[in-house]
């Protein structure tokens, strides 16, 4: 389970249910290459271009459970005990502060056939809003260890990530019966719904991820880079004819050409003063 589509559900429901129990806080270990429960694990060597890393299943319940509680530090969650307490469907009520922001819904059953997909049926009390948006944790069974999704868009699979998802972003807007007061959540099996009962709050965990450059320089060779326009109108010559060096291992070396060519040079100049002593020594 700890590297499959299982995990990623059993996190975000052991998470709810240690906030609902007053944890404020919990530790997802990160281990070695072989440690299959890691949150992502970094490149089996020192390489340091993109795309090389792998995102574990972890690494999803970490990022949806930090959108369900969202920044304001004032979250508070509620185990609904949906269903007469199923284990298969658990579901949670988030408030922020008195205010009930979104609802948490699971199902960890996997059937192709779609027969075990529910719908929910939020009734809020206070009134249904118009339409509500919901954002979806995917993938085709519990066991699966690639191709997952959250809201459309993924890490990738083993060695493909650079630590940002990748895909359009996939929101569903659902309609709800204002007059019933009431909201129809598809849950598929497997998977998770998040459901954002206000724009207000899909708009605090929309507004895209941050990125920042390294602090540490670990790419030596082949760095240098040149704007391709620059390059396509630059006073270049063929060096079809010419035995040029290069900056990567195992090819020719730039300052063995130029001794080469320096050698030649002396070379030249010798034969050429020989020449001129000859042809004194023949005039006289």
């Known amino acids: 389970m700890s590297d499959s589509f299982a995990s990623a559900l059993w996190?975000?429901?052991?998470?709810?249910?240690?906030?609902?129990?007053?944890?404020?806080?919990?530790?997802?270990?990160?281990?070695?290459q072989n440690v299959y429960y890691n949150p992502f694990t970094a490149p089996p060597t020192n390489?340091?271009?993109?795309?090389?890393?792998?995102?574990?299943?972890?690494?999803?319940?970490?990022?949806?459970?930090?959108e369900a509680f969202g920044s304001s530090n004032n979250s508070r969650i509620i185990d609904l005990n949906a269903n007469g307490g199923n284990i298969f469907t658990p579901a949670y009520a988030i408030y922020q502060g008195d205010a009930l922001a979104k609802v948490?819904?699971?199902?960890?059953?996997?059937?192709?056939?779609?027969?075990?997909?529910?719908?929910?049926?939020?009734?809020?009390?206070?009134?249904?809003?118009?339409?509500?948006?919901?954002?979806?944790?995917?993938a085709s069974s519990v066991s699966q260890k690639d191709n997952i999704t959250w809201a459309g868009q993924t890490f990738g699979?083993?060695?493909?990530?650079?630590?940002?998802?990748?895909?359009?972003?996939?929101?569903?807007?659902?309609?709800?019966?204002?007059?019933?007061?009431?909201?129809?959540?598809?849950?598929?099996?497997?998977?998770?719904?998040l459901v954002f009962l206000s724009p207000q709050y899909l708009t605090e965990v929309s507004n895209g991820p941050e990125t920042f450059s390294t602090?540490?320089?670990?790419?030596?060779?082949?760095?240098?880079?040149?704007?391709?326009?620059?390059?396509?109108?630059?006073?270049?010559?063929?060096?079809?004819?010419?035995?040029?060096?290069?900056?990567?291992?195992?090819?020719?070396?730039g300052a063995v050409s130029m001794h080469a060519v320096g050698c030649v040079a002396v070379l030249g100049a010798a034969l050429a003063w020989g020449g001129m002593m000859v042809g004194n020594a023949m005039l006289r």
């Open 157 to 193: 699979n083993n060695f493909e990530s650079d630590g940002r998802l990748k895909g359009n972003l996939d929101v569903q807007t659902v309609a709800c019966d204002q007059t019933a007061r009431t909201c129809p959540i598809r849950v598929p099996a497997p998977g998770f719904a």
């Open 215 to 253: 602090t540490a320089r670990t790419k030596t060779r082949n760095t240098a880079t040149i704007d391709p326009s620059v390059l396509a109108t630059s006073n270049g010559h063929s060096g079809s004819n010419r035995l040029l060096g290069g900056t990567s291992r195992s090819q020719f070396s």
């Open 47 to 66: 390489q340091s271009a993109f795309h090389q890393w792998t995102i574990g299943p972890i690494f999803y319940a970490s990022l949806i459970m930090a």
């Open 104 to 138: 948490a819904l699971f199902n960890f059953v996997t059937d192709p056939s779609g027969a075990t997909t529910y719908t929910a049926t939020l009734s809020i009390s206070g009134g249904a809003p118009a339409s509500v948006q919901v954002k979806y944790l995917a």
């Open 11 to 32: 996190a975000l429901d052991y998470g709810m249910q240690m906030a609902y129990s007053n944890f404020t806080g919990a530790m997802l270990h990160v281990g070695g």
